[in-house]
T-cell receptor
Framework: KNQVEQSPQSLIILEGKNCTLQ??????????LRWYKQDTGRGPVSLTI?????NTKSNGRYTATLDADTKQSSLHITASQLSDSASYIC?????????????FGKGTKLSVKP | DVKVTQSSRYLVKRTGEKVFLECVQD?????MFWYRQDPGLGLRLIYF???????EKGDIPEGYSVSREKKERFSLILESASTNQTSMYLC????????????FGPGTRLLVL
């Protein structure tokens, strides 16, 4: 069964600290993996996308890694800011012929405190 | 920038009412999607459309229908709203390939009393 598991469910950190969010998936055949950021009461916004051959991708203070062998991804946030408080959603794509399917994780809720 | 707009941010309806949620995108995207998002469950796909007048069921289509008469507009219809349809509804669009990045609207929080 295709699944995407994220950990932790929630996380509280102090402003300026770093943190790492985890995403494990059992999806086949894998096409790509995205991390989305969702502010409270808003729609998700794409942060990074990685294909099978990529193992790291950065977007400012956000760095995503992908280990296709262990089927794990992480999102590292450096020097956190209050505006990083949001839910972070890992999404894995499965291709089936000309169509595909997106498997969503349930998200990690990050709170950055001053 | 891609812009996906949804007709309402908040809606309150009564059980049994017919509810229309509208979504418009301004970037000529082929694919459009409707999701619902509930605490602890994440996003779940209700319906999607890859062309005008085309629609496909997602994972949880029961109790919903959709309409796509124009490329830029995708409507979600609750034929007879029930309390278990209280949720956050998110519309999204993507360019051509189904697996390309999806751009989401701000969401509609629906409360069914």
């Amino acid at each position: 069964k295709n699944q995407v598991e994220q950990s932790p469910q929630s996380l509280i950190i102090l402003e300026g600290k770093n943190c790492t969010l985890q995403c494990n998936y059992t999806v086949s055949p894998f096409s790509n993996l995205r991390w989305y950021k969702q502010d409270t009461g808003r729609g998700p916004v794409s942060l990074t996308i990685m294909t099978f051959s990529e193992n790291t991708k950065s977007n400012g203070r956000y760095t995503a890694t992908l280990d296709a062998d262990t089927k794990q991804s992480s999102l590292h946030i450096t020097a956190s800011q209050l505006s990083d408080s949001a839910s972070y959603i890992c999404v894995v794509s499965v291709r089936r012929g000309s169509q595909g399917n997106l498997i969503f994780g349930k998200g990690t809720k990050l709170s950055v405190k001053p | 920038d891609v812009k996906v707009t949804q007709s309402s941010r908040y809606l309150v309806k009564r059980t049994g009412e017919k509810v229309f949620l509208e979504c418009v995108q301004d970037m000529d995207h082929e694919n459009m999607f409707w999701y619902r998002q509930d605490p602890g469950l994440g996003l779940r796909l209700i319906y999607f459309s890859y062309d005008v007048k085309m629609k496909e069921k997602g994972d949880i289509p029961e109790g919903y229908s959709v309409s796509r008469e124009k490329k830029e507009r995708f409507s979600l219809i609750l034929e007879s709203a029930s309390t278990n349809q209280t949720s956050m509804y998110l519309c999204a669009s993507s360019k051509t390939d189904f697996l390309e990045t999806q751009y989401f609207g701000p969401g509609t929080r629906l409360l069914v009393l």
